[in-house]
């Protein structure tokens, strides 16, 4: 199972960008990367997914380099509604299913 | 509108006693799952269902106990046995994975259990 490490806090000011790396040295050929972000008192919620390069929605960027090691969420300009923790998934999971293991996430202070 | 619905939000268990977490979802999700999260920790899986009529243990089952008789519905049940229950439970349902695997999870907002 491929594990993952990402920072444990960091702080940011509103209008700034964002951005959260995380590492996973042994991704496997078909694990994808998810990202999900959470806010006190809520279940996490589905932020971006990707499997390679660069992915991008309304509210997130996915950029995943070429060897699959590491990848980085960037959220721009962000506001003090974005102060959360974001988690960083691989997998298809364990046993090849939906299993995975949620870290203690990154937790991301926005300051005015 | 589509979604997940736990109840209640708030829940109170007597030493000894059993209580029961409820999980709905109208989303046509095959998959479901339950997952406890201490003060910041992260999520911890405790049981999950890929299909009706069949669950699986995940990492922390001790304690609990699930039942999976309609494809809405993944109800949790804490048992005396379950020494340190206070937490933060939260339900998710995803479609299955496949051959593809890795399909994005949707979560409730959670029932925080405190013992009195």
């Known amino acids: 199972l491929a594990k993952t490490t990402q920072p444990i806090s960091m702080d940011s000011y509103e209008g700034q960008e964002v951005n959260i790396t995380c590492s996973h040295n042994?991704?496997?050929?078909?694990?994808?990367i998810t990202w999900y972000q959470q806010f006190p008192s809520q279940g996490p919620r589905f932020i971006i997914q990707?499997?390679?390069t660069k992915v991008t929605n309304e509210v997130a960027s996915l950029f995943i380099p070429a060897d699959r090691k590491s990848s980085t969420l960037s959220l721009p300009r962000v506001s003090l509604s974005d102060t959360a923790v974001y988690y960083c998934?691989?997998?298809?999971?364990?046993?090849?299913?939906?299993?995975?293991?949620f870290g203690s996430g990154t937790k991301l202070n926005v300051k005015p | 509108d589509g979604g997940i619905t736990q109840s209640p939000k708030y829940l109170f268990r007597k030493e000894g006693q059993n209580v029961t977490l409820s999980c709905e979802q109208n989303?046509?999700?095959?998959?479901m799952y339950w997952y406890r999260q201490d003060p910041g920790q992260g999520l911890r899986l405790i049981y999950y269902?890929?299909?009706?009529?069949?669950?699986q243990k995940g990492d922390i089952a001790e304690g609990y106990s699930v039942s999976r008789e309609k494809k809405e519905s993944f109800p949790l049940t804490v048992t005396s046995a379950q020494k340190n229950p206070t937490a933060f439970y939260l339900c998710?349902?995803?479609?299955?994975?496949?051959?593809?695997?890795?399909?994005?999870?949707?979560f409730g907002d959670g029932t925080r259990l405190s013992i009195l």
């Open positions: 998710a349902s995803s479609t299955r994975a496949l051959t593809r695997g890795n399909q994005p999870q949707h």
């Open positions: 042994n991704i496997a050929t078909n694990d994808y």
């Open positions: 990707g499997y390679k």
């Open positions: 998934l691989v997998g298809p999971g364990r046993d090849n299913f939906n299993k995975f293991y």
């Open positions: 989303l046509n999700h095959d998959a």
């Open positions: 269902s890929q299909i009706v009529n069949d669950f």
